[in-house]
């Protein structure tokens, strides 16, 4: 059928880098789109996402983390958590998937030319904010300081580690990366998590005086954000992960200054049409997959609390 959006394009994938391991390993595919036609006509903004299936087992909604500044390919990274991703997990290099979209809005990165953008990022939540700093990175003179906060369980649990840690030797973008604390019988263990991880001040965040050029901690993300201390002026702070970080990185970030319409995040919630016609991803009006993923925080303010 001619026009049918649930139809996918094929894409092949043509790199697979694994980027965690474990249960909830998650791993970076490259793909690109086997009809030349589609490949070069397909574009998409940073913080929109596609619809993959794994032929014979079903799709899943990924956001697509490679910038539209390098073109030809696509980028998703994919968490293990069940059917469809353990399918994706299982593919090799030169199997083909299926791509619809792009879908859902985007970053307004339009609209932030001239400001400091801070980014705050937990485990997989750092998939979205990635096509973000990386376009803002291939367009450095648009922006003012660019701040990147991003923590993982451990040390194997960060994901685009090579990456970060070359973005770590640049002068035009702050990096500081974090290890959660380690856990002992008596509860959390107050030393470093890795050698060099230097540890937060727990007990007042705000009092950590780290050395000059340090950039790697030992302590939970909202934390990291509080020794930090971005400024709120001119700025806007994007925090995608698990909504336990959000949360208390973005009251964090209030307690800093920043207003509701300075911070960003996106919603994830079930979805399987995409295309704002199932009804699975709403929340009252809104429909996450259509008016959506990204959201501020004043825009969240005025929507049911249903996510
Ligand atoms: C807008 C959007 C962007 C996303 N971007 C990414 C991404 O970049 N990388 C990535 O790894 N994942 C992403 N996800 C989540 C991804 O879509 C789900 O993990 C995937 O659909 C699970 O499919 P499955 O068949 O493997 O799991 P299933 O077999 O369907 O489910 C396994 C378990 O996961 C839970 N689950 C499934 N989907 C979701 C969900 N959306 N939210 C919470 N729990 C869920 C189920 O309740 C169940 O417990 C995104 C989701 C949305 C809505
Ligand atoms: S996923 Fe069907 S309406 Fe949003």
């Not at 640049?170 to 107050?190: A, E, M, P, Q, S």
């Not at 991880?197 to 909202?222: H, L, Q, Y």
């Not at 925080?297 to 005025?302: N, V």
Request: glycine share 10%.
């Amino acid at each position: 059928m001619e026009n049918n959006p649930y139809k996918p394009e094929i894409a092949v994938i043509e790199k697979i880098r694994e980027e965690t391991t474990g249960p909830r390993a998650i791993k970076t595919f490259t793909v690109s789109f086997q009809d030349e036609k589609v490949k070069k006509s397909f574009t998409y903004k940073s913080g929109q996402t596609a619809m993959l299936s794994v032929f014979g087992k079903g799709e899943c909604m990924i956001c697509i983390t490679s910038t539209p500044t390098k073109k030809g390919f696509l980028e998703f990274s994919v968490m293990l958590q069940g059917k469809v991703t353990s399918a994706l997990h299982a593919l090799k290099v030169g199997d083909t998937i299926g791509v619809r979209g792009p879908y859902g809005n985007d970053f307004p990165l339009d609209k932030w030319k001239g400001k400091n953008l801070l980014f705050i990022g937990g485990g997989i939540g750092q998939a979205p904010l990635r096509s973000v700093y990386l376009n803002a990175l291939d367009n450095r003179k648009d922006y003012g300081d660019i701040t990147l906060i991003y923590g993982a369980r451990t040390l194997s649990d960060l994901a685009y580690k090579e990456e970060m840690f070359e973005l770590e030797k640049r002068d035009d973008v702050n990096v500081f990366l974090c290890l959660d604390w380690k856990f002992g019988k008596d509860g959390i263990i107050d030393e470093e998590a890795e050698e060099g991880w230097v540890t937060i001040n727990r007990k007042e965040p705000a009092k950590t005086k780290p050395r000059k050029g340090t950039s790697r901690f030992t302590g939970f993300v909202p934390e990291v954000v509080t020794a930090v201390k971005p400024s709120p002026e001119n700025a806007i702070a994007v925090s995608c992960g698990p909504p336990i970080m959000i949360k208390y990185a973005v009251a964090n970030l209030k307690t800093l200054g920043f207003k509701d319409d300075q911070i960003y995040t996106t919603l994830e919630m079930r979805m399987k049409c995409g295309i704002g016609k199932c009804g699975r991803c709403n929340i009252g009006s809104i429909y996450v997959c259509k008016d959506g993923p990204v959201f501020s925080m004043s825009q969240l303010e005025k929507i049911p609390k249903e996510y």
